[in-house]
């Protein structure tokens, strides 16, 4: 599995959420993408249920990373 | 609940229209000052006034505040509305009700005023039916919940003193004094508005700014003390008490939107984006003005007037700042977010990471928004100026440039809305990290 990260950091609403579904769409099949965020994307997960994807949201070194990849069918 | 709901939302045309015909307050508060009187200076409840004021506060602020509980309401805070079409319903009545009342006072139609606070009356019992369970009306949660919470408690206590007023000008049933008029005032502004803009702050500026502290140290207290300080306060104030214990209420009132104020510097102080902007800009002038009307509402308070024969000049530049300075410059900053954030959701949501879609700068058009702010807080600071300095001429000055930021924050609102076709600036992120 190869992970592609990016970073929203800094970013203001709604741009850290239109980058992951972007990048999501580019995604290949069985990567994962990481997300490092300021804070825990509330809005997203909805989005991200509807869209068929499973995330997990933690901190790492003191840096919020959101991990997502494709939800089992 | 997991999270954010934006597709719990109300539609776009639900909300939207609160959003847009609040500036058609501002402009009427702004042509009602351009018509004030050589007795402006002499009472603060003469024809014009009552009208630019209750244009200002039941047409600009309540239409602002009211659109974010219906939007705030189901999509952050879990909420739901009982009725859209209801919430459809309200709006026309208020808006006309608020048009005939405001139009009304100024020629001081006794009679019409009260049938136009007939029609407030069934507009914000209308609102409180959608508002409390948008809300969720004290089932604890976010600090936003509780300041809205107790802002509808005293929405209903502002208003039935309203209705009362107007009773005792028609039927003559309590004279209306300074006190009674302050008492009255104080539950409507600080009780209703300012616990509105304070819950809404908490919750929308850590929200855009993407701030870190998302715990505010005072909020839980400054809530309480101001609750406490506004209901003694005004009832202490509606029988007429002398000057000291005036003071210790104004200090008392002030208490709570200062440790308010502190939390929101705090907020901005840890954003994560190192640009300071509109929001942030617009939140920290309000705050400017939140420290000016304080220092005129303990002189106020003192009682002694700027001017012997003139004692509403204080007064008066006191309830400028509070009413446009703070809560209105706090509306301005905050509307040209969520009004973007809701066309966004209803239009941009669905097509993201399929399409390219705009960012929330993309929709605003920013020179124009920055000319209202600048606008407004130019016909701000010139009609205390002209409260201060006893000028009729400066306050019809101040009232025309209050006109055109209301008229220029009417039309930059309607153009996000309208605004079909916007083109996409930011390039899509390519290569990221592997």
């Known amino acids: ?73 | 609940m997991t999270g954010l709901r934006p597709r719990e939302s109300p539609p776009l045309g639900v909300v939207a229209p609160f959003f847009v015909a609040a500036p058609l307050g501002l402009i009427g508060a702004g042509w009602m000052l351009m018509h004030s009187g050589d007795d402006s200076f002499l009472a603060v409840n003469t024809g014009t006034l009552v009208a630019a004021t209750h244009a200002a506060v039941l047409g600009w602020l309540t239409l602002s505040i009211m659109g974010v509980i219906y939007q705030l309401g189901p999509a952050v805070l879990g909420g739901r509305l009982v009725s859209v079409r209801l919430a459809q319903a309200q709006f026309v009545l208020h808006v006309a009700s608020v048009s005939v009342f405001v139009l009304a006072a100024a020629d001081w139609h006794i009679q019409i005023m009260g049938t136009a606070a007939v029609g407030l009356v069934i507009s914000f019992s209308l609102f409180l039916v959608n508002a409390f369970p948008a809300i969720r009306w004290f089932r604890g949660g976010p600090l936003a919940r509780w300041y809205m919470s107790v802002a509808l408690v005293f929405l209903v206590a502002t208003g039935g003193v309203g209705v009362s007023f107007v009773g005792a000008l028609e039927h003559g049933w309590f004279p209306i004094t300074q006190g009674t008029l302050a008492g009255h005032v104080h539950l409507g502004l600080l009780g209703f508005i300012g616990l509105m803009v304070m819950g809404s702050s908490y919750q929308l500026l850590p929200m855009f700014q993407v701030a870190h502290s998302t715990h505010p140290k005072f909020g839980p207290v400054a809530l309480p003390i101001t609750l406490t300080a506004i209901t003694l306060g005004a009832i202490t104030l509606m029988t007429n008490p002398g000057p000291e214990v005036r003071v210790v209420i104004a200090l008392a009132m002030i208490l709570g939107p200062g440790l308010w104020a502190a939390d929101i510097v705090n907020i901005l102080r840890t954003r994560s984006r190192r640009t300071f902007e509109f929001q942030g800009q617009a939140t920290m002038i309000s705050l400017g003005f939140l420290g000016l009307a304080a220092v005129l509402g303990i002189m106020a308070a003192i009682g002694q007037p700027v001017a012997p024969g003139e004692p509403a000049r204080l007064q008066l530049a006191y309830g400028v700042l509070a009413i446009g300075g703070w809560f209105g410059v706090t509306v301005i900053g905050n509307s040209f977010k969520v009004v973007p954030f809701i066309v966004w959701n209803a239009r941009y949501l669905e097509k993201a990471g399929t399409q390219p879609v705009p960012l929330l700068a993309e929709l605003v058009n920013e020179p124009w928004r920055n000319a209202t702010l600048l606008l407004h807080v130019v016909g701000v600071l010139v009609v205390a100026s002209a409260a201060l300095a006893g000028s009729l001429l400066l306050l019809h000055v101040g009232g025309f440039v209050l006109l055109l930021a209301g008229l220029s924050d009417f039309s930059a609102l309607l153009f996000i809305i309208l605004r079909r076709e916007v083109p996409v600036r930011r390039p899509v992120p390519g290569v990221f990290q592997r």
């Open chain 1, 1 to 73: 599995m190869v992970s592609t990260t990016i970073d929203n950091r800094g970013l203001h609403p709604p741009e850290p959420m239109v980058r992951i579904l972007e990048a999501l769409g580019t995604l290949p099949p069985g990567d994962e993408l990481r997300a490092l965020m300021d804070r825990e994307p509330m809005m997203l997960y909805r989005e991200l249920e509807r869209r068929a994807w499973q995330w997990r949201f933690g901190e790492e070194d003191g840096i919020f990373v959101l991990t997502i990849s494709r939800a089992p069918k």
